[in-house]
């Protein structure tokens, strides 16, 4: 290995090294296939697969230049709908990190129907770029006749506004108000059903997640999900979850509460405190 190529490999693991990393590589171009190559490796390392023994992983690159990693995440003993693909993590990091676009996906394996849905979701979905083993393509060409309508600017998955919510009945507990400020950044057009979920871990890191919708429902991904693949792609990924907290509409047409709790049953004994919200329009 080249001077070169080994010090941007020491960077890159010095990052994957670091206690505070939470999902997102810097200094990561796209034009550099080593490591990109590399780094797409390493993400495959972070799949959590009890069930299908398929281990995918991916890497998104932002508009802004960073690059975030995505892994599948099965749990035992939960439905199959519990599951979140490669794509869809690397896509979820993206957005709970602030990325407001994504130029490109380098994925592991070609993206499954349910995952090309889920893309649609983004502003200027059809121009996203997917490489997979070094073959580029768009979404336009993986999944032409969409269903749905392109997302406009300003309302896709990464760039929505969100929706303006607060807490129906205040409490005291201290991850209420950090449920309801995620909630408040949900993508939910479809069902304006937004939906917030924090985990915090015995050592006192918390991993926030929001609920994301497709046009086509199931590839729809709840909170509790966002919020595990936020710690399942931290350093911090195999704390014990000391508590969780799930932050709903009061009206809401739908709601994972029931959901949420199954799930982290199946992962923790901790339990799910349920904080309602209303709108604040």
Not at 57 to 68: D, E, N, Q, T, W
Not at 99 to 114: K, M, Q, T
Not at 130 to 135: E, Q
Request: charged share 20%; net charge negative; proline share 5%.
């Amino acid at each position: 290995m080249k001077p070169k190529e080994n010090s941007r490999l020491s960077q890159l693991k010095s990052q994957l090294e670091d206690p505070n990393f939470t999902g997102c590589l810097v200094g990561i171009q796209k034009e550099d296939t080593a490591l990109v190559d590399e780094a797409l490796s390493i993400a495959t390392t972070y799949a959590i697969i009890p069930i299908s023994g398929f281990r995918v992983g991916a890497l998104a690159f932002g508009s802004s230049g960073k690059c975030y990693l995505g892994a599948n995440m099965e749990i035992t003993g939960a439905p199959l709908n519990a599951s979140l693909h490669a794509e869809q993590s690397a896509v979820l990091n993206a957005w709970m990190h602030g990325e407001l676009a994504i130029d490109s996906l380098f994925v592991s394996e070609l993206p499954c129907g349910h995952c090309r849905q889920f893309l649609l979701e983004l502003h200027d979905a059809a121009n996203l770029i997917i490489v997979t083993r070094g073959t580029k393509t768009t979404l336009s060409d993986l999944i032409p006749n969409a269903f749905g309508d392109p997302r406009p600017k300003g309302h896709g998955l990464l760039d929505g506004p969100g929706q303006p919510v607060v807490i129906a009945r205040p409490t005291d507990r201290d991850n209420d108000q950090r449920a309801v400020n995620a909630a408040s950044k949900s993508y939910a057009p479809y069902t304006n059903s937004p939906e917030g979920f924090v985990i915090e871990s015995i050592s006192g890191h918390r991993f926030i997640g929001r609920a994301a919708e497709s046009v086509a429902f199931n590839p729809s991904v709840p909170a509790v999900i966002t919020a595990l693949n936020q710690r399942n792609l931290s350093a911090h990924r195999k704390d014990y979850i000391d508590n969780c907290t799930h932050a709903k509409l009061a009206t809401a047409l739908k709601s994972t509460l029931r959901f949420s709790e199954a799930v982290i049953e199946r992962i923790c004994s901790a339990r799910v405190e349920s904080v309602l919200m209303e709108s604040a329009d």
